[in-house]
């Protein structure tokens, strides 16, 4: 029987899509100098879509304080998921990241370690797991803890790739799981849930009123997670943060003080 699990979600709520990015930036800025810190290295896994653009934009932005805070030389840079298309299409995740920061900023080649959507989706899969294995040096049935992932979220109530209904929602083994979702680019390669779960911080970002109902299922309605995939991602820490604008948080309790909020969910 599955023991209920309590997650306090902190939610924070912004103006909007400027006063996001640079709260995101800031939180990825924080994250990467404490890892850093702690252990010589910081390994974050970043979503694609539009959301997170702005966010990419300004922790490039030499006029921002967030390029000089990070030692890009220490970063190691992971995907959630990834389309199966060319690095150089405009729907690849990967070149979205490229042209937004990967071009603008110091980070070594030897430390980008994208899915390669150009491959057949399984093979690229497979890959993509055994590059996570070899960076975490990982044994037998080890996860990789990434210290941060960020994640997007689709009014469908799809995160990373883990559509409605799709075989990757049961995968629990594999770290990295080919897929094919009902969406443009319908190929998809995705982290697995337990390997975002096991990450030592989590946040997504969710912009726009297109979002607002979907956020409210996912936190305050029934748990249905085959039908709200968002719903699985119930961190091993037991803390998630939401990031949103005034529009995707219209159907939350208003938060308390300062834009912030905080819900149990039990799960
Ligand atoms: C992708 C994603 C996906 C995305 C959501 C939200 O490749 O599409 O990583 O999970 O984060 O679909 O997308 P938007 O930010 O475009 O709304």
Redesign the pocket.
Known sequence: MRMPKTIQVRYRVEENGEAMGLTAADWIASTVESAIRARGTARIAI?????PRRTFELLADPAQPFRNRIDWSRLILFW??E?CVSPDSPDS?YHLTRETLLSKVPLPDANIVRIEGELDPEEAAARYESAMRNRFRLEGAELPRFDLIV????DNG????LFPHSSALDEMMRLAVATEVEAKNPWRVTLTSPVINHAGKIFFLIQDTSKAEVVREILLGPYQPETLPAQLIQPESGELDLLLDRAAAAKLPPPAVNGMGLLEVSR
């Open positions: 979503s694609g879509g539009n959301t959630v998921d389309r995740n994640l997007g979220l689709g799809h995160t990373a790739s």
